[in-house]
C-alpha cells in the first residue's frame, strides 16, 4: 500500500499535558482523510507535529514512505504539505496577492514581480473553481473566501498533502457544501487531505477514511462506508451520545426582551436592521435562522451596547437599554456568547483564570477596594473549569494554548455561570465536539427552566431546530416569520431564510 | 519544555555575558588585557564607598525611566517620551523648589509630586492622541521630547533666570542630599532618591499585577475589542497607561533635579536617560524586579567605565564600544531566545 504521509507512534508533550500519545495516522494517496477526537484531544497538535511547528517527543514521520525530518513549515512545504489552521494567519490590510506569496515571493532583479504573482494565483483559482479575486483585500472579503486564500496558500507553494483544521466551523451550510465541491477537485487533480471536523455528517458525506483520537490516544482508523454516525460518536465519546436534545415544551411568562422598530448600521454606515421588533420570554428559547449577513451580528452588537443603534428601542424587563455601555448592559443583566471568541471572547495573553474573570474582576469576591483576589478568582475559575470540563493544562496557562472548543467552553461557562435575565448565545457551538454540544445544548435548556430568556444565533438549523421553543426567520435586517419548531422543517426554513415572502408558506406571525 | 519563567530570567544574563565576552575580544583585538580592563570596571562600580555610591546615584533615575518604559510595555504601548518626561519632570521639581519656602517634609513633597505630574501630563498628550485619534503614541512622544527640551531651555533662560543657563540651587529644605550620606560615601552625590525609586518599583508592581486598574490596562493593551465587551472604557485605560508611565519618568526627572544636581542648566540634547531606560526594560523583561536589576547593571557600567581609562589604560572610545556592545546583545535577545529554542529542539532528537 502506497501511503504519502506515514505519521508513527506520535508523541507531543505540553508542561502538565500529554497532548499526544502513541498516535498513528497513514495518509493513502488520493484519500480525504478525517482526524475526529473531542475538543481537547490532540488533533491541532498532531498536525502542528506534522507541519513542523511542533517537534515530537516520539515516534516517526515518513513521507512517500521515506523518513523524514520536518523542522518548520518550510520543510513541510518542500515536502509539499501545506496546511489551513483553525485560526487564519493573514495579514488583513494586504491583497489576496501578497498574503498567499508572503515568505515565498518571485522575484525579478531583486523586485517582486506581483502581476507575475497574480497571474498564477489567477490560474489556480480558476483550475480547482476557488473563484478567488487575487486583487481584493482580506478584510474586505468573507470568512469563506478567506479560507480559500488559505488554501491557495498551500497550493501556490505546490502542496500535494492539504491538512484542514476545521474548515467547517467558520463556514455557513452553502459556504460548507462548495468547499465539498472544492476538496473533490483537489482529490481529481492527485492531491491527498487530512480534514479536522466535528460534523460527523461531514465525515459521512466526504471523508474515505477516519482516523479517531480520544484524549491523545490513538483510537483507531475506520473506513467511512462501513460505519455510522453513532459509531464514530461512541468511538470518538467513549460513551453513547445522543442527538436529539430532550426538554420539556416551555412556560413563557413575562417578556424580558422588548425589540421596537430596531435600526443599526455596520461600520461602513450601511443600514443591517431595518426597523426590526422582537420579543422574548422568560422561560423561552427563541431561535434566529438566517443566513450570515442578514443582520444578525448587527442586532446582538446593538443589543450588548457594542454599537449604537440609529434608532428604535431595547428594553430589557421593562427598562430602557438602548446604547448603554457594554458594562451597564452587563449589569442589568445580559450574559453574551460572542460569535467570534479570539476577537470579543478572550484575551489570549490573559490565563484561562484571568479570562474567566473577564465580566466579574472588578466586582467583590474577586475584588476589592480596587486590589484583584487572585485566590477566589482561581478558586472560581477551578470551579467552573471542573464543571464544565474545560481542558487546559492549567488555570495559569495562557488562554490562547487551550484548544480550540476549550476556549469556546471556557466563554460559556463565564457567561452561563452568571446566570443572566437574558443570555445572547451566537454560534455557541462553534467548533465543539458532540459531547460538547450536547452539555452546552442541556445548560441552554436548564438556563430556560430557571426561568431565564436564551436568544440563540446558529446557521446550524439543526441545532435551531432542536434546541428552540420559538424560530424567528431573519432575512435583509427583519423578522420576516415565526415558527413553532415542531410545525417547520429545514426546507421550509431554507426557503424564508433565502427571503421567498412568507405568505406564500403561510406566515403565522 | 522550558518554562517561560526560566526562559526570561536566562535570556537577558546570556546577552550580558555575551556582551561582555565580545567586549574582551575587542580588548584583547586592541592589546589591551580584558581581565584588567573588567577589573577596573569592577573596580570602578564596587571599589570603594565613593563609587560604590556614585553608581547608586546613576542607578536612581534609571529605575524610574526603566519603569515608565516597562509600564507602558506591559500595558501595548510604547513610551519613547520618557527623554522628554524627564526634563518636564526635572524642571517642575526645581521651579517648585525654587518658587516655595515650607519645612522639609511639605516642600519635599510638594516638588517630587510636581515632577510626577508634570511627567503624568506629557504622557497625558500622546495618550489623549492615540485614544481619541489614533495617532502613533511613537510618533507623538518622539516630538514632545523635542518640544521638551527646547521649551524647558526657554523657561530655564527667559522665565526663571535672567538670560542665564542655569537655575539657582534649591534650599536645603527641598533637597534629596543628605550630609550623612555624602560623609559616608566620602563625597559622592547618592542621595534619599533611591528609596523613593525603590518604592516606584513597588507601586508599579502592585499596580500591574495586583489591581483591577492594572488588570484592565493589560487587558486594553492585548485586545481592545475584548476589552470593550468586558465593559473596559479603552480611552481611558490607554490615557492612564501613557500619564502613569509619564508619571514614573517625570519623577526620575525629580532625582535629578532635587538630588544628583540642585538645579536645572540650559541642555544642549538629550540626557539619554530616557532611552537608557527603554534597554533597561527591555533587559529586566518589562517587570519590576527586573528593572531594578537591569538599572544597576546599566548604571554600573556607566560609573564602571570611568575608571577602566585610567586603572587599565583602556581609552574612552573603546569603553563605549564595549558598553555599547553588551546593550547590543540585550537588544538582540530576540535572537538569542531563538537561538535557545533551536538548541532545545535539537537536544531532544
Ligand atoms: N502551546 C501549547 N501549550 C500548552 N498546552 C497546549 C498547547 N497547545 C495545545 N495544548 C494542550 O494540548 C491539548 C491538545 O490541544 P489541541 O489544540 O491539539 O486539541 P484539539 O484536538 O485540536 O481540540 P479542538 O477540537 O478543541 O480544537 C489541550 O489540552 C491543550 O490545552
Ligand atoms: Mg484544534
Redesign the pocket.
Known sequence: MDYVIEMLNIRKE????V??DDITIQLKKGEIHALL??????????M?VLFGLYQPEQGEIRVKGEKANINGPNDANRLGIGMVH?HFMLVDTFSVTQNIILGSEPTSKGHINLRKAEKEIQELSDRYGLAVDPRAKIRDISVGMQQRVEILKTLYRGADVLIL??PTAVLTPQEIDELGDILKSLIAEGKSIIL?T?KLKEIMNMCDRCTV?RR?KGIGTVNVPDTTVDELASLMVGREVSFTTEKKPAEPKETVLEVKNLVVQDSRKVDMVKGLDLDIRAGEIVGIAGVDGNGQSELIEAITGLTKAQSGSIKLTGKDITNLSPRKVTESGIGHIPQDRHKFGLVLDFSVGENIALQTYYQNPNSKYGMLNFKNIYKKAGELVEQYDV???GLH?TA?????????KAIIAREVDRSPNLLIAAQPTR???VGAIEFIHQKLIEERDKGKAVLLVSFELDEILDVSDRIVVMFDGKIVASRKPEETDENELGLLMAGSSSEKVGDTQ | MMSNRMFNILVPIISVILGLIAGAFLMIGFGYNPIEGYGALLNGIFGDAYVFGETLRQVTPLILTGLAVAFAFRTGLFNIGAEGQVFIGWLAAVWVGLAIDAPAFIHIPLAVIAAAVAGALWGFIPGLLKATRGVHEVIVTIMMNYIALYSTNAVIRYVLTDSRDSTDTIPDSVSLRADWITTMTTGSRLHYGILIALFAALVMWVVINRTTMGYEMRSVGFNQHASRYAGMNVKKNIILAMVISGAFAGLAGAMEGLGTFGYMSTQSGFSNLGFDGIAVALLGANTAPGVILAAFLFGGLKIGALSMPLQAGVPNELVDIIIALIIFFVAASYMIRWVILRFSKEGRK
Open positions: 505540553f508542561p502538565g499535558v497532548a499526544n477526537g473531542e475538543n481537547g484531544a490532540g488533533k491541532s497538535t498532531l502542528n483553525q483544521d476545521e479536522i466535528h483520537i491523545g481542558r487546559t493544562s496557562a490562547g494554548s487551550m484548544s480550540g472548543g476549550n476556549q469556546q467548533g465543539l465536539d
